[in-house]
Structures are given as structure tokens and as C-alpha cells.
């Protein structure tokens, strides 16, 4: 399988990725956990993991995710707060309620929400 490289800040390194990755969700999705209480709409994604080592070691070993997979960034939200919140594909579940979300960075990145997905602002598209 063909590798490819691109830098990832969170890390503060370079990150080994497959060439291709298939992503089971699209930026602007509503997506909820599997196994917590929150949910959130997709702003970024990562091919793999591309985070720091201590992160993904806070994670206890029997819950920890395949590193080869793709990685969500989300503006989350429980009923208790809103957060960004990086989780791996494994772990996430397109949201069927099609309610929007309420965190107060939406209005940043996104311009409409529309058949329960949200619209990335045109001047954040390349």
C-alpha cells in the first residue's frame, strides 16, 4: 500500500498515512458517539490518528482505538457544555435526530444547515 506524509500540529510531527483513506463521514455531518453522550458536527478529518502519543495513552489500552483509521474533529455537545472533541471513526454513528447543533463556534464555520446536515462557509472551501 502506497504512504504518504503530511504534518499534523496537534502532534508536533509528521504522520505516516495510507495514500487513500475512505471516510465514513463527511465534514458538516451530525454524528454521535457510540458509547458517550454527546454529539457534533464534523469541521476537519484526519486520515489517521494524528495526535499526540499522550493523548491517545490517556485512553485506557481495552478502549483504545486502531491508530489507522480515520479521526474526526467535532464541535460536540452534551447537555452539560459544548466542546471540540477528536474521535475515531469506530466510535461514531451519524446522528438521525436532525436537530442542529448547538455550539457557539457553528456560525464560524458553517452558513446553513439544511436536511440535517450543516454547509461549510464558501470562503473556508478550497
Known sequence: MERSEFYSSQAGRRIDAP???RA?????????????????VI????????????????????????????FYHLLAENDDSSYVAY?????????????PIDHPQVPQLFEDFRAGRYFLRRSLTH
Open 19 to 21: 495514500s487513500r483513506s
Open 24 to 40: 465514513r463521514f463527511a465534514i458538516g455531518d451530525i454524528v454521535k458517539h457510540r458509547k458517550f453522550d454527546f454529539r457534533g
Open 43 to 70: 469541521f476537519d478529518i484526519d486520515p489517521v490518528y494524528a495526535n499526540s502519543d499522550e493523548w491517545l495513552e490517556q485512553i485506557p489500552e481495552d478502549q483504545r482505538p486502531d491508530r489507522d483509521q480515520p
Open 87 to 99: 474521535v475515531s471513526q469506530q466510535n461514531l454513528l451519524i446522528d438521525t435526530a436532525g436537530d
